[in-house]
Structure formats: C-alpha cells, structure tokens
C-alpha cells in the first residue's frame, strides 16, 4: 500500500451502511482502513459516528459530509454532532454579520429542507481570552461559547450554570460530563449504572463535581453509554460505571461463567465496586467478576504506557498513548478494534494493542455507538 499522508483517517468496524467513507456497504472492516473520502483534496477535520452514518466536516470551506443509511452535504459548516436521534451542525448565519447558527436536523433529512430546530449563538455569548481569542471550548455537543450545549432529546438548547467554565462535554446514554478549564470533572444525569462516579447508584439533576478526583488535573474526559472514563494531564486513565461488556477492562460475569476470567486486574482500584461471583473458575472456584464500579479506578495499560487521547462506545472502550498505540476494550472488540477473532460475541477485559497496526504521532480517536473507531494519525 502507498504511504499514507500523514493527517490521514482510518476507519474500522461494522459498515454495513457505508459509514465509513469508501468503504462500500455491507463490509466488517477488520482493520483500519484508510478514509477515501471524495473530491480530490477533500482535507477531514472533524468526524463524529453514529449507528447508521458518519458525519465529516473538512477544512477550508467547512463542508459536512454524510456517510451511511443516510447521504448528504451541505457548506458552511463548523462542526458537526452526529447521533440516530438529530444531526447538529454549526453553520454560518444566512445573511451578512449573522453570526454562527445551531441547527438541529433530522438524520434521515440528508440536510435538505428546513431543519427541525435552529438558533443564533450570540457573539455577546462568547469569551475572549487574554490575548484576544476565542474562548477555547471542545467540539460539539458543547457549544463555542462554553456556556451551553446541545441534547439530542428536547430540549435542545441547554444553557450551564455560570459558574462552570466548561472546556469539554461528553453525552451517555442518560449521563452528562464535564471536563472544567481547571481540569475537574462533574457528571449528572442517570446513575443506576454507576456511571457518575459518585459512589452511588442515585441520578443527579445537576452537575456534580467528582470528590473522588479532587487534586487531579484531567486532561480528557468521555461518555460511554452507561461507562465513563477521564485522562489526567500525566497520562493516567480512570474509568468507572457498567462493566457488563468488560469496557472498563475489568473481569465480567459472561467470561466468568465461561471459566475464561482470571483475577488479574493489576492497577485498578477496585474500592467501592460491585463484586460477585460465579461457578466455574479454575478447580471449580467461584470466578469473581465486576458488575458496577460507581467510583473511577486507576487503569494501568500495558507497558506502562501514558495515554493522551481516549473515547467511548456504548460497551467498548478505546485510548490513543503518547506513542502512538491505540488499545481497545469491551464488547465485540475483534469488530471494532484491528487484527481480532471474528467472532461478533468476542469480549475482551483487559487492553489490547494492535500488533499489526501501531500509528506513530497518533493524536485523536473516535468511537461510538456505531461501533466504528475513525483514527486520526497527525
């Protein structure tokens, strides 16, 4: 194969839609495969997947760009959130001085038409920083002026407490989090999977600052569907919530009856968790597996490696190192991860690294409910 360009995406797992750019329909991908995305030059900035399609913003023109059950494009586009429920988009204002416009499509609108929902995000709404700039914010859901961010269920529009100075948020299934300029985290949302680190089962109305990572500065936060995982700024890796699928690379009550789980769990704090046990370890002994961790554990990945970018699935996990590596975990890893068995039943509780497939520079990895990772190789 020719030598990628380095700013090149990659693209693996289920496309039986096309989600993947050039992939073609009807494909497992089982290893990462260059985007080939269309027109000559067209230069990927930001990708966001969902189930059934993809959405690509390029640079330069800001192009959007659908790949999947659902097909289309439109210009002027910031940024794009993808999800099966509305496809968000920042655009460009109609007009002279409008400004930047939210617009809430439905998926299935392939961005024709009016959308189902659009509103102006004022300037006035927008920091500047001390030497002039923009306010740096993370992409959507969270919106530029970090004030507010967008939900996929009315209401569309949430506005955050004045006190929050957001600098990322992650949606779940049912929970929200918040990574802070000062690098705390708080969630909210459902709880009944542990998902909001707090200890507790409980939901939680509004944003709550994690005790269990206070003296930590975090770098990364992300949502899984009822899982959660942040970076600290020194490469640390702390995941807590639902481990029915082994995406917080903890043993699961699936292996363990299998007789397949073993106890090691080297790294991980496991204070606070649900632990149960079931027949058929090794000599017959109860095999202990964890359902629930409600408080964030310590993850140490192989080697001792440093982790710098991270992103969650539904029940699968995936985290770029300083290196390069791209490790992943959880539930049907061999089709969302590259170089595995097949078999779409395929769990794996612990990290797992490519040996085929190593992205030096590697800076930024995406992975959602669609059960496609998009690598992106700086």
Request: with cysteine; proline share 7%.
């Amino acid at each position: 194969m020719a030598e990628e360009r380095r700013g090149a995406w990659f693209g693996f797992g289920f496309c039986g839609f096309g989600q993947a750019l050039g992939s073609g329909r009807g494909r497992q991908v089982h290893s990462p495969e260059p985007l080939r995305a269309p027109g000559a030059g067209l230069d990927v900035c930001r990708v966001s997947a969902s189930w059934s399609y993809t959405a690509f913003v390029t640079r330069g023109g800001g192009q959007v760009e659908l790949s999947g059950f659902t097909v289309g494009a439109a210009g002027g586009c910031r940024d794009a959130w993808a999800s099966e429920e509305l496809l968000v988009v920042l655009r460009t204002g109609p007009g002279p001085g409008a400004g930047t416009e939210l617009q809430a499509w439905a998926p299935g609108s392939a961005l024709r038409g009016e959308p189902l929902w659009a509103q102006t995000v004022p300037e006035a709404e927008r920091e500047d920083g001390p030497g002039g700039d923009e306010t740096q914010a993370g992409p959507l859901p969270l919106l530029p002026c970090a004030r507010a961010y967008v939900s996929p269920r009315p209401p569309f529009y949430r506005p955050l407490a004045p006190t929050l100075r957001a600098r990322r948020l992650e949606l779940g299934a049912e929970h929200a989090l918040l990574l802070d300029a000062a690098g705390q985290v708080f969630s909210w949302g459902g709880g009944r999977h542990g998902q909001l680190g707090h200890g507790t089962l409980e939901a939680e109305p509004e944003p709550r600052l994690l005790q269990a990572l206070q003296g930590l500065t975090m770098a990364e936060v992300a949502a899984g569907g009822w899982h959660s995982l942040c970076v600290s700024e020194a490469g640390d890796i702390y995941i807590w919530g639902w481990n029915e699928s082994g995406q917080l690379a903890l043993p699961t009550k699936s292996l363990a009856e299998d007789g397949k789980t073993t106890a090691e769990a080297s790294g991980l704090n496991e204070d606070g968790s649900e632990v149960k046990r079931v027949a058929g370890g090794e000599d017959g002994a109860p095999a202990p597996f964890i359902a629930v961790q409600p408080f964030p554990a310590l993850l140490d990945l192989p080697l001792g490696s440093d982790a710098v970018k991270a992103s969650c699935g539904s029940r699968h996990t995936a985290v770029v190192t300083r290196t390069g590596e791209l490790y992943t975990w959880g539930w049907a890893v061999a089709r969302k991860a590259s170089g595995y068995s097949k078999d779409s039943s395929t769990e794996k509780t612990g990290p797992l690294a490519s040996q085929t497939h190593l992205y030096p520079h590697g800076e930024e990895v995406l992975l959602q409910d669609c059960e496609e990772v998009c690598f992106h190789d700086f």
